[in-house]
């Protein structure tokens, strides 16, 4: 029987609430919608959505997982139960494995299967498993960590097939208790029963030089190694009196070449440096971190201190934006001279400004104008926001986000480094493992803390903990995970390492908690600030945001930190004037809000700039209007029909327009007035730009796009019993079976017959002997016509196997 019609079987069998838990854990199973069981099970046998739920599983689980496609066999039947998992699994209890294999099972990763009938009869009671056809794909070519069994390296590499007699031979020669053999496939055969003998290997070990059972270690996550320089495999013969634990190794077939740099650890060889075992390291607890004390005091402190700071430079780098875009590279990304201007505005390091940039950018505060390519601030109400509203903002764009900020700076593969704002910053996971990141947070935090303390864990810690709940991700949580945390730390979700009432509630989702916290815990804002007599004021803590407002416009920033020192000078005064304020109303703004005198050079230095500026006057035109007819001037200015050209009369004979010479000319000739074009025309600036679009990195990311309510659930399980709304099959199971088909007889080296359809349309059957699979390609031997062909997986109708072939039946 097909696997897929085993799988339909074996799910049909199920409960609803069986099915309904099934379709919880993995809802792409019926998104869209399945028309019957074997539709179901087809779809649970896709290598895309076996590895979506393999990337849920636990260390322990998974590590179950790969001893069961280890140790069973689809086409010979051999299948696996608890009891027979227990030796390939140290540290394990029948117990334990039965409660992990139901839980496989529930997720139809594993199916129920009959005993092999070699099965002693104490077992026939317990429940057997196979797992789903496609998990070996899904796991990649290396499960477990281990290599390919020595027949499989015979065979694909010709070569160490033929040293293997010769290899056998010689070990037969030393002593040892291993079977002769007399070609490739029975050499094979008799080294994997020798390494798989514990008192073989162990004899066979006892002449191995040092550091040999060091160099077995090494090779417990990847069965690939790089040979070393001082070895050579030219010397890698039984006879070497003084060979390198490689030379030793690959001498006696314990390490198969696979080219002149590489060697593949063969399977057996790894189960027995593990003590014969498959799993050796089994943890079926999670890992206790060791937390470090901190004050509780010092948490929030460091929190909501960092909070402040960002809200301070974020409100401060949207302001430079404003003043002059932030230029882009040609090639994507701010500049390092573009970071160094703002670095030395906001008195930073480069990292901290591309952090800054990046999440100013992520909360839609900076946005890109197509036409410029620069990044300025938009249009919005930041300004306005209380600190909780900003925050919040900020937290909700970074905790969505696809990109990782934290990667900038990183090495490119080609040269240089990542640049702020760049496409190489884009990661799809990056909101994943931040949420898990801070769930996980959350998980340890609860263990109890003593007194005034909480519990702060190490980057190292944290990623332990979320590699054995999900140790398919251990490499994003080993890349993101670090960046994270210190990203985290800029918003008061973490305080000294510690996870924050803030970050808690984050993780929650609760937001409205959140601001409440930030709410009680940030002083209250000031409305006033200290003026002093060397032309500076100082702001003892956060001031409102109108008056920050009005007083970075009328003064200078310097320093860093919640208590800023302003400076006045004659060009920050001229920037009030240019803004349209006046001497009165800016002496009015520093008397009202100071909480000294305004000292007298301040005073004088505000009424001189005023009265020197605006001698020489500076507008926009977009073209210009001259003639000698001063009354048709008069009379054209007079015209409301004009009003929309923005005329300004700047002299007798002249007049400024602001709209463009093109449109000007056009304009008038519309309105019977009929000038002539003077001069070459003026390309047009400004007005006609694109409208400002926000980056993408802007936009959020949906978490999770695989999403099932009740009535879903209720109408598919309806379906499945055929008591709802008939579905009609799209010929997904058909293609699905015939694969799984081709793949059997791969395997086997069956022969199938294959129904193909022509370009004509014309459909006619053909006896082939499939070869390989790939991207959507079937390479077969003809054996009628002595070729190989290679048929299209879209023109084949249906596949069997040839009565006779080992895989029939």
Known sequence: ??????????????????????????????????????????????????????????????????????????????????????????????????V?????????????????????????????????SVLGEALGAYPAGLGRPYSTLAAQHPEFGQRLVGIVEGLRGAGLPVEKADTPATAAHALHHLVSDPVAWTSLMSGAPPQTAELLRRFKYSPVGTIPKKAALGRAVLENPSPTPVEWLVARGLLVPLDALHVELPRPVGQASRGHVIVADFQLEAPRPNPRPVARNLRDNAAFGAVAETLRLVTELVGLAAENPVGTLRSGGVGVREVRR?????????????????????AGLLTLDAATSRWGASEGDWLQAS????????????????????????????????????????????????RRALEMLALLSEVESSGDSVNAFDT?????????????????????????????????????????VLGAAVSEGDYVRAASVLRDALPAPLNSFLLQADLTAIAPGYLEPDVARELALISTAEGQGPATIYRFSAESIRRALDEGHDAEGILRFLRQHSATEVPQPLSYLVEDTAARYGRLRVGTAGSYLRSDDEEGLSALLADPRTASLGLVRLAPTVVAAGVSAKEL????????????????????????????????????????????????????????????????TSGET????????????????????????????????????????????????????????????????????????????
């Open 1 to 98: 029987m097909s696997a897929i019609r085993a799988l339909a079987d074996d799910l049909a069998a199920r409960s609803d609430d069986q099915l309904r838990e099934l379709l919880t854990a993995r809802p792409d199973l019926v998104l869209p919608p399945v028309p019957d069981f074997q539709a179901l099970a087809a779809r649970a046998s896709t290598r895309v959505s076996v590895q979506r739920i393999l990337e849920k599983l636990t260390a322990p689980e998974l590590q179950v997982l790969e001893a069961v496609d280890l140790t069973t066999n689809e086409d010979s039947h051999l299948s696996t139960t608890a009891s027979w998992l227990k030796g390939a699994i140290a540290g394990s209890t029948i117990k334990s494995l039965d």
């Open 100 to 132: 992990i294999l139901g839980h496989l099972h529930s997720l139809a990763l594993l199916r129920r299967a009959k005993p092999h009938p070699g099965a002693p009869k104490a077992d026939a009671t317990r429940r057997f498993y196979l797992p789903v």
């Open 342 to 362: 703002l670095s030395e505005s906001l008195r930073l390091d480069g990292a901290a400004t591309s952090w800054l940039l990046e999440l100013a950018a992520l």
């Open 387 to 434: 600190r909780e509203e900003q925050w919040r903002r900020l937290v909700e764009a970074w905790l969505d986000a696809d990109r990782a900020p934290s990667l900038v700076g990183a090495p490119l593969p080609a040269g240089g480094a990542v640049n702020a704002l760049a496409a190489e910053v884009s990661r799809p996971d990056a909101p994943v493992v931040r």
């Open 460 to 500: 190292e810690d944290l990623i332990s903990a979320l590699t054995w709940h999900q140790p398919r991700l251990q490499r994003r949580f080993a890349r993101l995970v670090p960046g994270i945390l210190r990203e985290a730390a800029q918003l008061g979700l973490l305080g000294s390492g510690a996870l924050t």
């Open 665 to 728: 000319t056009f304009s008038l000739r519309e309105l019977g007035y009929p000038p002539a074009l003077e001069g070459p025309a003026r390309k047009p600036v400004g007005s006609h730009r694109m409208v400002p679009v926000a980056a993408p990195s802007s936009s959020r990311t949906r978490l999770n796009q695989w999403e099932l309510t009740d009535e879903d659930l209720d109408r598919q399980l309806a379906a499945l019993r055929g008591v709802g709304l008939v579905l009609h």
């Open 734 to 809: 058909e293609s699905l079976v015939s694969l799984e088909t081709l793949r059997k007889a791969i395997r086997t080296k069956s022969s199938v017959r294959m129904g193909v359809v022509d370009s004509q349309g014309n459909q006619r059957q053909e006896i082939f002997v499939p070869l390989s699979v790939n991207e959507g390609r079937v390479r077969v031997y003809d054996p009628r016509h002595d070729v190989e062909r290679t048929v299209s997986v879209h023109r084949i109708m249906d596949v069997e196997i040839v009565e006779g072939s080992p895989a029939h039946g």
